[in-house]
Each structure stands twice: as C-alpha cells, then as structure tokens.
C-alpha cells in the first residue's frame, strides 16, 4: 500500500468515525428525518471499512511486528511511531478527562453534552480502540515518504 493511499485512509477514519456518530447518535439525531441518521451509520461503515483496509497494511505489520523480525531501521521507525502515538492518545484520554471534569463542575450553568445512553459509551470506546489500535501505524504511512517517480 502506497503511503499516500494509507494516508487518505487514516484521515477518512479519523473523520469519518466521529462525524458519522454525531450525525447518528447526536442530540437531535432522527428526530426530524432519518436521512442524518442514515448517512451517519454510512459514514461509520466506511470508517470501519477503512480501518479493515489498513489493518492488512505493511504500515500496521510494522507497528505490530516483534523486534527480532524488523531491522535495525524499522525498528527505530517503529519505537518512534508508539511514541507519538502514546503521546497523543494520552493527551486526548487527558483532554477527555478534563472535558468530562468539567462538565460535572459546570452542569447547573453550562449545557454540556455528556454520554447518557449506551449506544453512547460504545461510539466513544469503539472510537478509543480504534484510535488506539491505528495510530502506530499512521505515524508510520506519514513518516514514510513515497518512492521518487523516474
């Protein structure tokens, strides 16, 4: 898989997926038309499916692959990518954590949303796993530069 392409796909599942469940599972959602809520469920699948395309990438077989079967350069490249990937996935967890503190301080003078269904819980655990099982290997397809054209 070319760089460029596992690029597109990484930005499609880091967009589509949260788009996709707000349109699905938002405050409004199905409440005057089901069509948001139909082109939110698309929106997921295709996110899925792009998840599905990069978990057979060379990308992600590097991020999960023992030492002892990488070279000294992939290796490097690989502690590199975990690295960032852990940096922001732990921030995010972090942000999340602020966000829902928060919201506990400020309920009775900001409306702010807040998980209150399970459909809920399981669109933002999916997404964390997601994220957390992908990352790895988008640091990788973007810091791996495409082969020079003749």
């Given at each position: 898989?070319?760089p460029?392409?596992?690029?597109?796909?990484?930005?499609?599942l880091?967009?589509?997926y949260?788009?996709?469940?707000?349109?699905?599972?938002?405050?409004?959602?199905?409440?005057?038309?089901?069509?948001?809520?139909?082109?939110?469920?698309?929106?997921v699948?295709?996110?899925?499916?792009?998840?599905a395309?990069?978990a057979?990438s060379s990308?992600?077989r590097q991020?999960?692959?023992?030492?002892?079967k990488?070279?000294?350069?992939e290796?490097?490249?690989?502690n590199?990518a975990a690295y960032?990937?852990?940096?922001?996935?732990?921030?995010?967890?972090?942000?999340?954590?602020?966000?829902?503190?928060l919201?506990?301080d400020?309920?009775?003078?900001?409306?702010?949303?807040?998980p209150?269904?399970?459909?809920?819980?399981?669109?933002l655990?999916?997404?964390?796993?997601m994220l957390?099982?992908?990352?790895?290997?988008?640091?990788?397809?973007?810091e791996?530069?495409p082969?020079l054209?003749?």
């Amino acid at each position: 898989m070319s760089p460029l392409l596992a690029r597109s796909l990484f930005v499609a599942l880091y967009v589509l997926y949260p788009a996709g469940c707000i349109l699905q599972l938002g405050p409004d959602a199905g409440d005057t038309s089901p069509i948001a809520s139909i082109v939110g469920l698309l929106m997921v699948a295709a996110s899925f499916l792009a998840f599905a395309v990069l978990a057979g990438s060379s990308f992600q077989r590097q991020a999960q692959e023992p030492d002892s079967k990488l070279d000294e350069r992939e290796l490097a490249q690989r502690n590199r990518a975990a690295y960032r990937a852990f940096a922001v996935f732990a921030g995010l967890v972090a942000l999340g954590l602020l966000y829902m503190s928060l919201r506990a301080d400020f309920a009775d003078r900001i409306l702010l949303w807040a998980p209150t269904e399970q459909a809920h819980w399981n669109a933002l655990f999916w997404g964390a796993i997601m994220l957390g099982l992908s990352l790895p290997a988008a640091f990788l397809a973007w810091e791996n530069e495409p082969p020079l054209e003749d």
